[in-house]
């Protein structure tokens, strides 16, 4: 796996303002599932949703964005029959996760892949702006869509059965701890 050479930072920015958003592109649009995230990018990049945390990670000196998170700190609201009605009433909804194309595959000089790196970033900004400890975290991600699938459950994801959604919902616990590399790399700013 390729390592980057650079300094990662990684912070919210404004999506309507955000430097190299507009032409964020995250493969090379053979995949469905790409030009799905690209729609989504470009949406946080339109200003619709006001309500999405636009997480960025840039590698320096060029500030060249690596990767994109949204967060939206409410959660899609859940009726089921084995769950409380307000089981979600908290969760957050991680809506996204990319890496720019020329990202994809990449690694830090620790050799942790990239899109952990943003993904672990996402799940700790969660945290850090949770009044009453570590809410229940949602990700929706499209069964064919297998390396994000792997990804969250190594984050202790679990897929809610049975499928509520044409896609999958994955939904890590509430409070549960959130392990960060003690190498991590990107620099988290506010």
């Known amino acids: 796996m390729p390592t980057i050479a650079g300094e990662l930072q990684t912070r919210t920015e404004d999506p309507t303002a955000c430097d190299g958003l507009s032409d964020f592109r995250c493969g090379d649009g053979r995949l469905k599932a790409e030009a799905a995230v690209e729609d989504i990018v470009a949406e946080y990049r339109s200003g619709e949703d006001l309500s999405v945390i636009t997480r ?55 050799g942790q892949p990239l899109s952990q790196l943003v993904l672990t970033d996402a799940l700790s900004h969660i945290a850090s702006i949770s009044d009453e400890g570590i809410p229940p975290i949602q990700a929706v991600i499209s069964p064919e869509n297998r390396p994000s699938i792997a990804m969250v459950e190594t984050h202790s994801f679990v897929m809610l059965d049975p499928p509520t959604l044409p896609d999958r919902l994955y939904v890590r616990p509430r409070d549960l701890r959130i392990e960060i590399d003690d190498d991590e790399e990107a620099k988290p700013s506010t």
């Open 56 to 110: 960025v990670t840039r590698e320096f000196p060029s500030g060249a964005i690596v990767g994109v998170a949204g967060i939206k700190r409410r959660g899609l609201r859940l009726r089921h029959p084995r769950l409380r009605e307000d089981a979600y009433r908290d969760a957050a909804l991680i809506e996204v996760v990319a890496l720019s194309a020329p990202y994809r595959g990449h690694a830090t000089s620790n």
